[in-house]
């Protein structure tokens, strides 16, 4: 069994700064793509940042220059460094991982979803 959990989020002011994290833990044997996805009240679910294993990353245009994802593939964690905030950026944020199972083989999981709320 997999589990992604996620940790970090918050209500913080416009302009300000919160770092994400997520945990995997369990049965893994390797994780390829790891990414962030947030969902706003009634809007789809949109990728924000995904970095491979490789440490290739890339971002959704709104956020480029703004938030910095990066993973530490010793401890199966991915980060979400989010700096100059914006009302829009107001989501739930849900950790992605696209990973190799000791016993199911490949699969995608995903955490609980943790709330970032920016007031203007």
């Known amino acids: 069994q997999v589990q992604l959990v996620e940790s970090g989020g918050g209500l913080v002011q416009a302009g300000g700064s919160l770092r994400l994290s997520c945990a995997a833990s369990g049965s893994i044997s390797s994780i390829n793509v790891m990414g962030w996805y947030r969902q706003a009240p009634g809007k789809q679910r949109e990728l924000v940042a995904s970095?491979?294993?490789?440490?290739?990353?890339n971002y959704v245009d709104s956020v480029k220059g703004r938030f910095t994802i990066s993973r530490d593939n010793a401890k199966n964690t991915l980060y979400l460094q989010m700096n100059s905030l914006k009302p829009e950026d107001t989501a739930v944020y849900y950790c992605?991982?696209?990973?190799?199972?000791?016993?199911?083989?490949?699969?995608?999981?995903w955490g609980q979803g943790t709330q970032v709320t920016v007031s203007s």
């Open positions: 970095v491979t294993s490789g440490g290739r990353t």
């Open positions: 992605n991982a696209l990973l190799i199972t000791i016993t199911f083989g490949s699969a995608t999981y």
